[in-house]
């Protein structure tokens, strides 16, 4: 079964850092591994999709890798906003199965 | 639609009562999700469609939870004789595809309160 781990549970951060949000997963069999954003009471949007033949996928200021081989993916957040405060999920789809399987997220807060 | 929807947003309802909870996937999306979150927790897997093939319920909690989908098209989630512990946020997501390549995209969520 894929557990699916996010590292750090919280991060507090000033504008302007630039952050690593890390996601960790038992199976390498995996088809993909998708991060999203989630705002308090909202749904999650999607931020960048990983193919499971890819490295790594980039969008504006995000940059996510992925190493299947160790079980790890990480999200960078170039020079952080406070806009870019959120939940940050981690899901992977595994090999067997067609269903994403999530991590608790890392909540993050960029404060001016 | 632009989007995957789901309606209503929030539903308060009475212990013992059912409720229906629907999703709207994006036009043309063939694989259908629905998660559960329970406030300050990880989303919970419930039930997958995908086409015409018969769903993966292994997610649902127990037998007083059901889901329909016809075709390619609307889903409701039913909840029977409701429970406090029912109440969460209900989010629904679509992808194009199942074989689990295509990216998901989920709704704003229906949030539950059994009272």
Sequence with gaps: KQEVTQIPAALSVPEGENL????????????????FRQDPGKGLTSLLLIQSSQREQT?????????????????????SQPGDSATYLCAVTSGGSYIPTFGRGTSLIVHP | GAGVSQSPSNKVTEKGKDVELRCDPISGHTALYWYRQRLGQGLEFLIYFQGNSAPD??????DRFSAERTGESVSTLTIQRTQQEDSAVYLCASSSHGGGHAEAFFGQGTRLTVV
């Design chain 1, 59 to 79: 969008s504006g200021r995000l940059n996510a890798s992925l190493d299947k081989s160790s079980g790890r993916s990480t999200l960078y957040i170039a020079a």
């Design chain 2, 57 to 62: 319920k292994s997610g649902l909690p127990s």
């Design chain 1, 20 to 35: 690593v949000l890390n996601c960790s997963f038992t199976d390498s069999a995996i088809y993909n591994l998708q991060w």
